[in-house]
């Protein structure tokens, strides 16, 4: 088991940034790979980023890329995701998850992730 608790959130204009975070406790966190997900308001939950145990490997959602880094610090058992260049659209509560099935990927299918935070607000005005 493995608790996840995120942070950071909050409320910006559009073009600037912010970074959440997500720390975790319990099991060992880098036994898992992390995931960043959001779900705006009557939309479903989508993926946004996710990195592998080790950092070695990340992903991200095509409308994030470029604007969105998803890092992980395994001696502080947090991961994080920073946020530039906000727009009105990235408006959305922020979820981070943890994946122990497939540790060594960095997936966008929210099905491999068994643990959730109870998600960050991230509001961005324009």
């Known amino acids: 088991q493995v608790q996840l608790v995120e942070s950071g959130g909050g409320q910006v204009q559009a073009g600037g940034s912010l970074r959440l975070s997500c720390a975790a406790s319990?099991?060992?966190?880098?036994?898992?790979?992390m995931g960043w997900f959001r779900q705006a308001s009557g939309k479903t939950r989508e993926f946004v980023a996710a990195?592998?145990?080790?950092?070695?490997?990340?992903y991200y959602a095509n409308s994030v890329k470029g604007r969105f880094t998803i890092s992980r610090d395994n001696a502080k058992n947090t991961v994080y995701l920073q946020m530039n260049s906000l727009k009105p659209e990235d408006t959305a509560v922020y979820y981070c998850?943890?994946?122990?099935?497939?540790?060594?990927?960095?997936?966008?299918?929210?099905?491999?992730?068994?643990?959730w935070g109870q998600g960050t607000q991230v509001t961005v005005s324009s």
């Open positions: 319990g099991r060992t966190f880098s036994s898992y790979a």
């Open positions: 998850a943890a994946n122990p099935k497939r540790y060594y990927t960095a997936s966008s299918n929210d099905r491999e992730y068994d643990y």
């Open positions: 990195i592998s145990w080790s950092g070695g490997t990340t």
